[in-house]
């Protein structure tokens, strides 16, 4: 079946990085769009960035324009989120999330994606 596993988290200090990988498996990406989620304790869960496999376009929030850059791996059905310049406010559960759009264009609408990873966990503090 349809799965996608996220890996990647953990904890690091404001100003470091983290690479977060999206794995899919039971399908291929081709005609789908990637979408990473991010949720805080206590707050709603955010759409960050988005990427159109079959257009290699992608859309990034304003809140971590510039900071992070999603980029794809065919060959092995991944989609990772490079996240740099990380701050403490950056803390939270990351989701990535699949949705079937052919050559349409990715949004950041979590009710437009209908499978969902289990989450990963980054930890923003010194």
């Known amino acids: 079946q349809l799965q996608l596993v996220e890996s990647g988290g953990g904890l690091v200090q404001p100003g470091g990085s983290l690479r977060l990988s999206c794995a899919a498996s039971?399908?291929?990406?081709?005609?789908?769009?990637i979408g990473w989620f991010r949720q805080a304790p206590g707050k709603e869960r955010e759409g960050i960035s988005c990427?159109?496999?079959?257009?290699?376009?992608?859309y990034y929030a304003d809140s971590v324009k510039g900071r992070f850059t999603m980029s794809t791996d065919n060959a092995k059905n991944t989609v990772y989120l490079q996240i740099d310049s990380l701050k403490p406010e950056d803390t939270a559960v990351y989701y990535c999330?699949?949705?079937?759009?052919?050559?349409?264009?990715?949004?950041?609408?979590?009710?437009?994606?209908?499978?969902w990873g289990q989450g990963t966990q980054v930890t923003v503090s010194s």
């Open positions: 990427i159109s496999i079959k257009s290699g376009r992608t």
């Open positions: 039971g399908f291929t990406l081709d005609y789908y769009a």
């Open positions: 999330a699949a949705d079937r759009i052919l050559f349409g264009r990715c949004v950041l609408s979590k009710t437009d994606y209908d499978y």
